[in-house]
């Protein structure tokens, strides 16, 4: 079974349009998080969500926003997309707790292409 | 959360040992060094962290000098499916979760 799984894997789609991507864990963690990487390959954290709280990053633009139906599922909506918002995004999950915070398990990845 | 310095690149042969170094001379007392990998098209792999033991598990080893400015992660026996980026982190547990990669290694084991 896939730990942290991400849909779709590949998404290509024109400027302007609204897309999700989906994302589960089915490991029993309380944090998940979305992060970015861009054609230089720099991967960038995006935002941090658990119950209690979302952190986000203050470079994301308000046209990302991350929808959490339940503790076990972090989708990604990105509204009016740009040509810059072509990139892989990786979903991200952790425990809770001081030895497990910053153990993450990441997702195999969406590659966004924007046309 | 401390900054980190590690060489842009490092190869090394099949079956030998890949010592990877990273700086962080601005390490506080009450982070950790964490070392994730990212192997080509694949999401990053945690790998280990300390604090200033040294430590090891089935993945490497990581070795943490006594003034904690430095740590190398050790791969006993590189294989080429050892071939990725391998980021150093330096982070306090509980950082509000905002873990960030800065540029890495990019380790090429050959044959």
């Known amino acids: 079974d896939t730990a942290v799984s991400q849909t779709p894997k590949y998404l290509v789609t024109q400027m302007g349009n609204d897309k999700s991507i989906k994302c589960e864990q089915n490991l029993g963690h309380d944090t998940m998080y979305w992060y970015k990487q861009d054609s230089k390959k720099f991967l960038k954290i995006m935002f941090s969500y658990n119950n209690k709280e979302l952190i986000i990053n203050e470079t994301v633009p308000n046209r990302f926003s991350p929808k959490s139906p339940d503790k076990a599922h972090l989708n990604l909506h990105i509204n009016s997309l740009e040509l810059g918002d072509s990139a892989v995004y990786f979903c991200a999950s952790s425990p809770q707790g001081l030895s497990g915070a910053n153990v993450l398990t990441f997702g195999a990845g969406s590659r966004l292409t924007v046309l | 959360d401390a900054k980190t310095t590690q060489p842009p690149s490092m190869d090394c042969a099949e079956g030998r040992a890949a010592n990877l170094p990273c700086n962080h001379s601005?390490?506080?007392?009450?982070?950790?060094v964490y070392w994730y990998r990212q192997i080509h098209s694949q999401g990053p792999q945690y790998i280990i962290h300390?604090?200033?033991n040294n430590e090891t598990n089935e993945m490497a080893s990581l070795i943490i000098t006594e003034d904690r400015k430095s740590s190398t992660l050790i791969l006993p026996h590189a294989t080429l499916r050892d071939t990725a980026v391998y980021y150093c982190i330096v982070i306090r547990h509980n950082a509000g979760n905002m873990l960030t990669f800065g540029g890495g290694t990019r380790l090429m084991v050959k044959p």
């Open positions: 601005t390490i506080s007392g009450n982070e950790y």
């Open positions: 300390g604090l200033k």
